[in-house]
């Protein structure tokens, strides 16, 4: 039996992906099951390690751990390493490997939503590994324009630097309007209760010449961005396509098995 995890904190337990993955591994045909693992932020370390020691066959990695377990990686995918942050690890065996399937998941999903990034201009809001992989792509799409808008300026900099990106003060959104035609939500953040004075600001914010608004998060029944894309007029999406694309991609590092995204969509709307 292979056995896959996915490493976070508590957050962990609250995720869709255990169910999502173990009933594509059922109809895979595979012997497998995919658990997860709640892990202190001092012992993100001795975890990755263990990957290997526990013969886990490989790995998700989401928030708050993206970028704290590189160090303890053998080596990592050309765009891991350009993005500065891995969500997949393959065990190799001989070496542990991070890779980032986030960048592909969201061209993925941009592309479902059939939206054309290149040439248009995108608003990124957080600072987290998600963040840097959206950056990433949408430098490599060809977006024109792309504004990075975090808490911390001095961080919100220096990853804006890297993909040529414009930093702007979160708290500014609401000051002018930005005219911007895809907003991104990478922060973990999607209802008032959630974030309320993230909600406020949003609340205040006018995203002009928005056509698609994008919220990583999914699974929400209450949603600040689903209410700045009615306010815009715009369209809206969840990160339900894109948490399907990018673990399809890291199901296939895994295993070698293509299996289409739509399943691993359908075996996530059935287990919610």
């Given at each position: 039996?292979?056995?896959?995890?996915?490493?976070?904190?508590?957050?962990?337990?609250r995720s869709g992906s255990p169910a999502m993955?173990?009933?594509?591994?059922?109809?895979?045909?595979?012997?497998?099951?995919?658990?997860?693992?709640?892990?202190e932020p001092e012992r993100v370390g001795d975890a990755v390690r263990g990957l290997r020691a526990l013969n886990i066959a490989g790995a998700n990695?989401?928030?708050?751990?993206?970028?704290?377990?590189?160090?303890?990686?053998?080596?990592?995918?050309?765009?891991?390493?350009?993005v500065g942050a891995v969500n997949t690890i393959i065990n190799r065996g001989d070496a542990l490997v991070g890779a980032n399937t986030?960048?592909?998941?969201?061209?993925?999903?941009?592309?479902?939503?059939?939206?054309?990034?290149?040439?248009?201009?995108?608003?990124?809001?957080?600072?987290?590994?998600?963040?840097k992989a959206v950056l990433y792509a949408l430098a490599r799409i060809g977006a024109a324009r792309i504004l990075l808008a975090g808490r911390?300026?001095?961080?919100?900099?220096?990853?804006?630097?890297?993909?040529g990106a414009v930093a702007m003060p979160l708290e500014s959104l609401p000051d002018t309007p930005v005219p911007v035609h895809l907003v991104v939500?990478?922060?973990?953040?999607?209802?008032?209760?959630?974030?309320?004075?993230?909600?406020?600001?949003v609340g205040r914010f006018q995203a002009q010449d928005c056509e698609l608004v994008l919220d990583l998060n999914y699974g929400r029944t209450e949603n600040i961005w689903q209410g700045l894309a009615d306010t815009a007029s715009a369209r809206f999406m969840d990160g339900l396509p894109m948490l399907a694309h990018q673990?399809?991609?890291?199901?296939?590092?895994?295993?070698?098995?293509?299996?289409?995204?739509?399943?691993?969509?359908?075996?996530?709307?059935?287990?919610?």
């Open positions: 039996m292979k056995v896959f995890c996915i490493l976070s904190d508590e957050r962990a337990f993955h173990n009933a594509v591994l059922k109809s895979a045909g595979i012997d497998g099951v995919y658990v997860p693992f709640a892990v990695v989401t928030v708050p751990y993206k970028e704290l377990v590189i160090p303890h990686l053998d080596a990592l995918t050309e765009e891991a390493e350009g986030d960048t592909g998941g969201f061209r993925d999903a941009l592309e479902d939503a059939n939206f054309i990034a290149a040439g248009k201009s995108a608003l990124v809001v957080g600072t987290g590994g998600a963040s911390d300026l001095d961080k919100t900099r220096n990853m804006a630097q890297g993909p939500n990478a922060t973990t953040v999607s209802s008032a209760s959630e974030g309320p004075a993230l909600a406020d600001l673990a399809r991609r890291s199901f296939e590092l895994w295993t070698g098995v293509h299996v289409e995204a739509k399943v691993f969509m359908k075996a996530m709307q059935e287990s919610s």
